[in-house]
């Protein structure tokens, strides 16, 4: 079979759950060759792009939809891919980039990365396979000391400011659910992937439209990354912190080099991965000149339910669910002009809700679960979108969203009696106005106490969720009754600062080899984007762009 071939890609297969879980894309085959009106032998490189669990038809069965990806001849053609062409359903299979430039512009040159999570890991990667040498601090520990230091805060000991569930190898990530789906569709997406697969991650994530890490596995993972990152000459700093920048006077402004806690590094570019709760360094920064400007952030609460409730609404009952496991779900309520739409965020099927603070004082939750979900719980976060006329960000108050959100976790740290247990509602008499009486049984370690939370959240929010609680009930019945707990706050599910970039390139506005990325500096909203982000950035740089 010679000659030139041609790589596709069918939109919209369906599959059963039990021969997509059993046969997997050797079962699939025959149902596309017949579907392709070719001979099963004729298809090549057969493989998922994309799976989802359809749970909507319940009469007809669970069903995974898929994107399939499949390679023939150049000029092989049937009259049914002539159909599916033309109907959208057919298409040239997406390009796949790399993280290997062709041609490298600034080969040797030495790059400080400063942040270790996806945006600052993915950076100094494609940094260092392009020839530059790189750098990479980070205020917090190596994973395998970070566990260590996070723990004792859990059962009651103090908070450490320098490593917590914020700050250390991985980032925020770590202790998160280690989701790796995004709303953008990106041609590095794939070799990002094939890092994690080739450090331990399973290879469905390469397909899986809930791809899912967990927090054990993150924990094993990033060693392994780390030790990818060393082979390629990346050079890591733990336990260091950014203090200030050496810089040349412009315009643009030049870093020289970064003054550390550790002693000065001297660089030919900076890429600032510092995620979206380095309150304090984004005030150095900027008292050094680095531009910031308010943006959009969303906020919310956490809301908690048995996980067999989550899955029998969402799957039902019997063996393809039982096959699919404890079961997620996304769900979106649009609103009006005065409330603003709701969405969940951070799914946590079998997972529990952790306390996400670097600070003393402050209340922010989160969640986070494991490979297996073996929690019999479910969270996820329920926020709306809060905009800077809203808070205040207007010109010349670029950190008014930070302070916005620093009032909001001080005042549910207070109602929650100043020991990190959280302020909660059951949700059933958080519509009825009520306060919950009883114990409050949850997977947060701190524990919950009851409170009226439409006391101390924005009236706004308030409205906002009673809007689209019921409509989450027709989605899921049982949302709305007793068994589900509202728990507050959740105020870092997105950054409410901007690092503005040059137009049409990705350094710092103002600055010639400065460069800021992924959460923390407004241009991302989770594990891929931010990884992409920093990958992006610094190939652009290696390139010369």
């Not at 590094?265 to 308010?294: K, M, Y």
């Not at 603070?357 to 329920?382: D, F, I, K, P, Y």
């Not at 924005?458 to 007793?482: D, N, S, V, W, Y």
């Not at 997105?494 to 460069?515: D, F, K, Q």
Request: proline letters at 6%.
């Amino acid at each position: 079979m010679g000659g030139p071939l041609r790589s596709w890609r069918l939109l919209g297969v369906e599959q059963g759950i039990v021969e997509g879980l059993e046969r997997g894309e050797e079962g699939l085959r025959e149902r596309l060759a017949h579907r392709l009106g070719l001979a099963p032998q004729e298809l090549r490189g057969l493989r998922y792009a994309r799976r989802s669990v359809d749970a909507r038809r319940r009469r007809g069965g669970l069903r995974f939809v898929c994107h399939v990806e499949f390679i023939l001849g150049a000029r092989k053609r049937t009259p049914a891919m002539a159909r599916l062409a033309r109907s959208g359903r057919l298409v040239p299979a997406p390009r796949v980039g790399s993280l290997t430039l062709e041609a490298v512009a600034r080969r040797g040159e030495r790059i400080v990365v400063v942040g270790s999570g996806p945006a600052g890991v993915f950076a100094a990667l494609a940094a260092a396979r392009n020839g530059g040498r790189v750098d990479l601090i980070e205020r917090g520990g190596p994973v395998e000391r970070r566990a260590k230091r996070v723990v004792p805060f859990h059962r009651g000991g103090p908070l450490d400011p320098e490593c917590n569930l914020l700050f250390g190898e991985g980032g925020a990530g770590t202790y998160s659910d280690g989701k790796l789906y995004t709303r953008v569709s990106d041609e590095l997406e794939v070799p990002i992937l094939e890092e994690l697969v080739a450090c331990g991650a399973p290879p469905e994530i390469l397909f899986d439209s809930r791809a899912h890490l967990g927090t054990d596995r993150l924990h094993r993972m990033l060693p392994r990354l780390r030790s990818r990152l060393e082979e390629l000459g990346v050079r890591f700093h733990f336990d260091t912190r950014l203090e200030g920048l050496v810089a040349r006077e412009g315009p643009p402004r030049r870093v020289r080099a970064v003054r550390t806690s550790a002693g000065e590094l001297v660089c030919d570019a900076l890429i600032l991965a510092v995620g979206h709760s380095a309150r304090e360094t984004w005030r150095n920064l900027a008292g050094q000149g680095v531009p910031f400007e308010a943006k959009p952030f969303q906020l919310g609460v956490r809301v908690e339910h048995p996980q067999e409730l989550i899955t029998a609404g969402r799957y039902g009952q019997g063996e393809e669910a039982d096959l699919l496991g404890p079961a997620a779900y996304q769900l979106v309520a649009r609103g009006g002009a005065e409330t603003g739409g709701i969405h969940s965020f951070c799914m946590c099927p079998g997972g529990r809700m952790v306390a996400s603070v670097s600070e003393a004082g402050l209340l922010c939750t989160n969640g986070m679960s494991n490979s297996s979900h073996s929690s019999r719980w479910a969270n996820a976060a329920l926020v709306t979108t809060f905009t800077p006329a809203e808070y205040g960000g207007g010109a010349g108050a670029p950190f008014a969203g930070v302070a916005f959100q620093r009032t909001l976790e001080e005042s549910f740290f207070e109602a929650g009696g100043g020991d990190y247990a959280a302020p909660a509602q059951r949700v059933s008499d958080f519509l009825a106005g009520r306060e919950s009486r009883g114990e409050l049984v949850t997977s947060y370690p701190f524990g919950a106490r009851s409170r009226l939370l439409e006391e101390l959240l924005p009236e706004r929010l308030t409205k906002a969720l009673r809007t689209a609680l019921p409509r989450f009930e027709r989605a899921i019945p049982g949302f709305t009754g007793p068994q589900g707990l509202l728990v507050g706050i959740e105020t870092r599910s997105s950054g409410p600062v901007r690092i503005p970039r040059e137009e049409g390139r990705r350094t710092v506005r103002g600055w010639a080899n400065l460069m800021a990325v992924g959460e923390g500096a407004g241009y991302a909203g989770g594990i891929m984007s931010a990884a992409l982000d920093g990958a992006r950035s610094a190939l652009a740089w290696m390139e010369g762009v």
